[in-house]
């Protein structure tokens, strides 16, 4: 309903590799929020993932989740719930995050296989009218851990954004040339944004960025 507040929950628990930039990027979501009058809850219990522990919300953020981070039982609540129609939304390492849950593999569209140092490159826009999109430049350079994916999702989901290889040294961690970095998908009624961008703490003080995830959030939530 438009005049209720979109509620978000976001988780980030990690079993492998910890990102440093997980306080700031709360910390960015919250201020969205208030910006936004969304309404946010953080956290790293997966217990929070049972059918009345996600009744309350809309979205699922899960910004730098990393390998194993629910259960069995936890992740059929998960798919219950966005099969209900709710949304999602990955943040960098999302895809770096339960590769043996098949249904979480045909949601997020890809997982992570590698990448370079951390560098500059230019990212093509795609989808100029989406709302993850529609503040970016036709070609935007910045600063970012730029990943490489084990499979191209483009077959699968509608790509947003590109890297352009041509701008940066992928030092083994390329697509071939095609190389899809923000995408979103809809699988059995629900709404999937992922952006693999976001890896430094700081990616959440950059206007562009945030406008980007905000738009992907209020997208996947159906605003």
Known sequence: MPDTPLALLVYTRT??????????????????????????????????????GLAPFDVLVFAHTSEEVLDADQQAAFERFMRSGKGFVGIHSATDTEYDWLYYGELIGAYFRSHPAIQQATIAVEDATHPSTTTLPARWTRTDEWYAFVENPRPNVHVLLTLDESTYDPAGSDMGGDHPIAWTNELDGARMFYTALGHTQASYSEPLFLEHIAGGIEWAGRR
């Open 15 to 52: 079993g492998g590799y910890r990102h440093d930039a997980i306080p700031v990027a709360i910390a960015a979501l919250q201020t969205l929020a208030g910006e936004r009058d969304w309404a946010v809850t953080a956290t790293e219990d997966p217990t929070t993932f049972s059918d009345d």
